[in-house]
């Protein structure tokens, strides 16, 4: 088996795509990848389609090599990666749904997010106005003696996001999970072609909400590695300040709802209020409760100042002095810990299998951090830990964000003490010919991946891939042999993204 | 945990906290709620929020107004979680063909009379979604709006704001939808 390196040598590789390589390889070399991420030597990090192409980005964790192997498929057809590596299945049917090319000897060819609404198929290739096609969405089946069905969604009870959950249970415990997601499909891939690097950005940042920060993040730096600009130092360094902003709210509010979904309001009462201090800091320092498109191309829009500060130092202040007596009450109460230890295990071996990110991955004994095994700048000069654990249950997911809030606390102090003076942004200028980039950034929940190719200043071609696609089928997985009414908390727990994979 | 409650029974509660320049206006808004809906529908207003293919952006913030800050429950705003019990629907996202079903058959599910508020700039026209493929275009290409709350997403003291504006509006017309 080659090297990751030597893999993208073996086709022809690509000069313009930065900062890691891209290669165009032919079936066998396709397949050599393929078998690799069967073998669990290389993590796939992103699968997606061009109306006659497929790429695939993989990474070697250990090296931290990170490469993008492309097959042509002028005939609309390339061998399945699927077929040998389950988490890929849902990202070719998407492939299909959009583009209309078909993954050869795969085992689940069903629609994804397709769901026989749009007018019309394959909307990013050679669209075909049609019919519907008046098929059923066929479920999978679960057999015995007394089993039952419980159907959820696509509206929900509470206030989240729509998708369909099919519970098939015995008794009181659930035997199968069975997802179906794209009910909150806009096309922002399609929406993304041919805009200008103004209107990407604003797309990106509205991929996911709770990660606006994130994609508005991976989006910047994968315009900024296609066209090498340099990014002024204080905007690198404000970046990592609204990141961690974005991470703190997200999962202070994370360790109060799964509270929540145990019946232990408290939590969530006491969580929710530091929880909306971080966000009315935010909007003081950034004019936004989200901080909604701030990271711009080049750099970023708003600049902090002196009440900014303050405002973020008094949020800090705060958690710092309420959130360790909420930390032991989580500790000490009996009745909680019944509900979260040992619920919903994820196995190391499925969590590294699925390259998942994020607390899930961390809580299941997988150390990936972009923010660590990647450094991309400000972290490479930040000192902070990545938590991992090994029990994969939810109380490991728990305690995964409180550590995480606390690297979070101790890397904000660093960068309010260290942030240098200087310009915001660098303009992003044109180039004719086309240019391609790819970035990785750690979002709450996980790593977000955006790979685009511009040309002339403007896209012609963008995926944004949420850290939920390796996510979701894992939740699934935790599920089974758990009773119903933990899913609400098992689902928190994971707290994956609909928008965001639906795009 | 007895120390915490034990706390919390001494300390001012979260909703009455000094007033900066904003919390005095929630204060204020939250009256004007009060009142509204007190007269329109006795002591109760039942909200049943529907995701219609938003970012998140827009439940996020509608979710802030449960939070103590906000504790939109005190005046008898209650988000439920079934449309059978719900007074107003409140819809967000620029409605995804996918969901398109869903929403009307939340809508019809939901007993008269009922109003329907739009919250956010795509639900309005589907914003910067608009001319997807993939997408309705704003929540009253399927279903009828009493209200827009603009914004991306409205900041939760907005969304109070809207729903006072409902409530006037709502008084003022003799049958609603």
Not at chain 1, 66 to 91: E, F, Q
Not at chain 1, 130 to 144: H, M
Not at chain 1, 167 to 185: D, I, K, N, P, W
Not at chain 1, 230 to 252: K, S, T, Y
Request: aromatic share 8%; glycine share 8%.
């Amino acid at each position: 088996m080659p090297s990751l390196i030597d893999l993208t040598r073996q086709g022809r590789q690509l000069q313009h795509h930065a900062p890691w390589p891209r290669s165009v390889v032919d079936a066998p070399v396709w397949n050599i990848a393929a078998s690799g991420l069967a073998q669990g030597r290389w993590s796939l990090l992103g699968l997606w389609g061009e109306p006659a192409t497929v790429h695939m980005a993989i990474i070697d964790e250990p090296a931290a090599e990170i490469a993008v192997v492309s097959l042509d498929c002028p005939d609309r057809h390339y061998p399945s990666i699927g077929r040998h590596h389950p988490p890929a299945l849902r990202l070719e049917r998407a492939i299909h749904d959009l583009f209309g090319l078909v993954a050869e000897g795969s085992p689940d060819p069903r629609p994804w997010l397709d769901h026989n609404r749009w007018g019309m198929r394959f909307p990013l290739a050679d669209r075909i106005d049609s019919l519907s096609n008046g098929l059923p969405y066929r479920f999978l089946s679960a057999e015995g003696d007394g089993l039952h069905q419980i159907a959820v969604g696509p509206v929900h009870a509470g206030i989240i996001e729509p998708g369909h959950f099919r519970f098939t249970a015995s008794g009181e415990t659930v035997v199968r999970l069975e997802q179906r997601l794209g009910y909150t499909h806009k096309g922002i891939e399609g929406l993304m072609i041919g805009a200008d690097l103004d209107r990407a950005v604003q797309l990106a940042g509205r991929v996911s909400g709770d990660s606006t920060v994130a994609y508005a993040f991976a989006f910047s730096r994968a315009v900024e590695a296609a066209l090498e600009i340099v990014v002024p130092d204080r905007a690198v360094w404000l970046r990592a300040l609204l990141a961690e902003l974005e991470r703190l709210a997200h999962h202070l509010g994370d360790v109060g709802a799964i509270c929540n979904d145990a019946s232990f309001t408290l939590m969530h009462a006491l969580c929710n209020v530091l929880r909306e201090d971080v966000l009315r800091a935010s909007n003081t320092a950034f004019g936004h409760r989200l901080m909604r498109d701030v990271i711009v191309p080049g750099g970023v829009t708003h600049d902090l100042d002196n009440r900014g500060t303050q405002a973020i130092q008094a949020a800090l202040d705060n958690i710092h002095r309420r959130f360790p007596a909420l930390v032991e009450l989580y500790d000490n109460t009996a009745s909680l810990q019944d509900r979260t230890v040992d619920t919903g295990v994820l196995k190391p071996a499925l969590a590294k299998q699925y390259a998942a990110g994020g607390y899930i991955g961390r809580a299941s004994g997988r150390s990936f951090d972009a923010r660590r095994t990647l450094a991309y700048p400000p972290y490479d000069r930040l000192s902070f830990d990545v938590p991992v654990l090994n029990e994969g249950d939810v109380n490991a997911r728990v305690w995964i964000r409180v550590r995480e809030v606390e690297q979070s606390l101790s890397l904000i102090d660093q960068i309010l003490e260290r942030l240098p003076e200087g310009p915001l942004r660098a303009k992003p200028g044109h180039l004719r010919e086309p240019r391609e980039g790819l970035a990785i950034v750690e979002g709450f929940r996980g790593d977000v991946l955006v790979w685009l190719r511009l040309r002339n200043g403007r896209i012609e071609r963008c995926h944004l891939r949420d850290p939920s696609w390796f996510q979701w089928p894992l939740l699934e997985a935790a599920i089974e042999g758990n009773i119903v009414a933990d899913f609400p908390l098992c689902n928190k727990s994971f707290n994956c993204s609909y928008s965001g994979h639906d795009l | 945990m007895r120390k915490l409650l034990f706390e919390s029974l001494f300390r001012r509660p979260f909703t009455e906290q000094a007033p900066s320049a904003d919390d005095a206006a929630a204060t204020e808004l939250a009256i004007a709620v009060g009142l509204a809906a007190r007269r329109r529908l006795g002591r109760s207003l039942s909200i049943r929020e529907i995701d219609a293919g938003s970012c998140n952006g827009c439940e996020l913030e509608i979710h802030a107004l449960n939070n103590a800050y906000y504790d939109v429950e005190r005046f008898g705003l209650r988000f439920v979680a079934s449309p059978r019990h719900a007074d107003v629907l409140m819809v967000t996202g620029p409605v995804t063909k996918n969901m398109r079903d869903a929403l009307e058959r939340t809508y019809h599910a939901t007993p008269n009379p009922k109003w329907v508020v739009a919250v956010g700039d795509c639900a309005r026209d589907g914003g910067c979604f608009a001319g997807s493929y993939a997408v309705a275009g704003g929540v009253s290409q399927v279903v009828p709006v009493d209200l827009h709350i603009p914004g991306c997403p409205p900041p939760p003291i907005n969304i109070l704001q809207g729903l006072l504006a409902l409530l006037d509006q709502t008084a003022k017309n003799v049958a609603p939808t």
